[in-house]
């Protein structure tokens, strides 16, 4: 199929960018999207044009790498990652639109591709189980209910993509942070730093600029991972229950 | 007390204050409406009448109507806030968006609908309230007792058509905005689950079209008996 491209091209942090205009010709159906701009980049290389960049790794839907805000939706019109958009779900003749995700706290770093750190320090605000070094445990010395287990998993299934963020009016990071707060929230081995946890990274989502819940539900609906809004409420009475627990006045 | 001003600070907490106004104020509706149905009483605006005199003299409503006009502030001046905070979190626009994909058209424009509730309050406000207590207000008796005639100034209102529809109107707006804000709410406090939320989610539906429809019965009513 024939397509025509309407691509962020943006040199560097500083400089202003803008849409460039691309043709490409010849697109299989079974292309993943990614594959698809591999055939662009492949021919401004050989035109000898700095090729489009844009982010990547997996390709197979589990490493959160791949972004893109496609015809206005980000990982484009299916509730997948980018690598796993395939060009049949695009017809001849179609002009597709893509942008960087848009969040002042996710700098675009070049053409499509932003620098999602802001995410890694909230991480390392309180996102992890604090374990002191000693011999192994044993597997199954700390109960834990199936149904727990099952829910905290789901949480843990978050892919730190943020196309939550991308999607969100308010460019919020909410759904990211209360996957990540309830996953271990959920679980006794977590519980014990649970008050904590919510302060910092709540405290650190603020400091990095990520916008206000609205609760709109975009996030949700288009989070590769189907992340449930459950998680954002967990987190905001994870939040509040700290506050009035914690020892820090 | 600064964990106090630090957690109300936060995004949270200033969602939290939303929610917390705003589920105020949606009770507050409950009680206007009931106090205003009475207009529709066929009794030439007599239980009204005597309603709105009982109301204004008890002291700890006046402490409630007072508290209501501080709570519709705080709800606009957090939602001026959080807008501006919001707009600075994505500063440059998306060139296409496709959000209709992923959200209800109400739940992205509640600063618009809230802006167009606002002015219908300080309309609403200068019609009738300021009226009622500042006003030149006839008077009527009832079994040997003065009353102020506050149902001669809404059914004098309510002769004009323009007026009718400006509360038609923005009856609709606040429909919406509560289509989106009731539940809303309960999301911001952290409630949600699976036993509950599908209830709230429709107990708000329903109040988002119930409680806007009544209110909006009164001023059609009203001009048809005027005619
Ligand atoms: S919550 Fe969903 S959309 Fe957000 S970062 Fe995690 S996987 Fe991506
Ligand atoms: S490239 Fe890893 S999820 Fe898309």
Known sequence: MNLTLKVWRQKNPSEKGGFKTYKLSGISADMSFLEMLDVLNEDLSEKGEDPVHFDHDCREGICGMCSLYI??????????????????????????????????????????????????????????????????????????????????????????????????????????????????????????????????????????????????????????????????????????????????? | ????????????????????????????????????????????????????????????????????????????????????????????????????????WSSRNMGILGTLILIFILIHLRGFWYEFKFGEIPYVTYDGETYKNGYAVVAAAFENIAYVIIYVVSMAVLAFHLSHGFSSAFQSLGLNHKKYTPFIQKLGIGFAIVVPALFALIPIVMFLQSN
């Open chain 1, 71 to 249: 015809n206005g939706q980000p990982h484009g019109p299916h509730q997948t990652t980018t690598c796993q958009l395939h060009m049949r779900s695009f017809k001849d003749g179609d002009i597709i639109t893509i942008e960087p995700w848009r969040a002042s706290a996710f700098p675009i770093v070049k053409d499509l591709v932003v620098d999602r750190s802001s995410f890694d320090r909230i991480i390392q605000s309180g996102g992890f189980v604090s374990v002191n070094t000693g011999g192994v445990p044993d597997a199954n010395e700390i109960p834990i209910p199936k149904v727990i287990a099952d829910e905290s998993f789901d949480s843990a299934t978050c892919i730190g993509c943020g196309a939550c963020v991308a999607a969100c009016k308010n460019a919020s990071a909410m759904l990211f942070v209360s996957a990540k707060i309830s996953q271990l929230a959920l679980l006794p081995q977590g519980k014990v730093e649970k008050r904590e946890r919510a302060e910092k990274m709540v405290a650190q989502m603020d400091a990095e600029g990520f916008g206000a819940c609205t609760n709109t539900g975009a996030c949700s609906a288009e989070c590769p991972k189907e992340i449930k809004l459950s998680n954002i409420a967990r987190m905001n009475r994870e939040y509040f229950s700290a506050s009035l627990s914690t020892e820090n006045i």
């Open chain 2, 1 to 104: 007390m600064s964990w106090v001003f630090k957690t109300l600070n936060s995004t949270l907490g200033k969602k939290l204050l939303m929610a917390l106004t705003g589920l105020f104020l949606i009770l507050f509706l409950v009680v206007h409406l009931a106090g205003n149905l009475q207009l529709l009483l066929p009794d030439e605006g007599r239980s009204f009448n005597i309603y709105a005199e009982t109301m204004a003299s008890n002291p700890l409503i006046r402490v409630v109507g007072i508290l209501n006009f501080g709570f519709i502030a705080l709800h606009a001046i957090y939602s001026i806030i959080l807008t501006r905070h919001n707009k600075k979190s994505r500063p440059v626009a998306y060139a296409v968006s496709k959000a209709s994909a992923n959200s209800t």
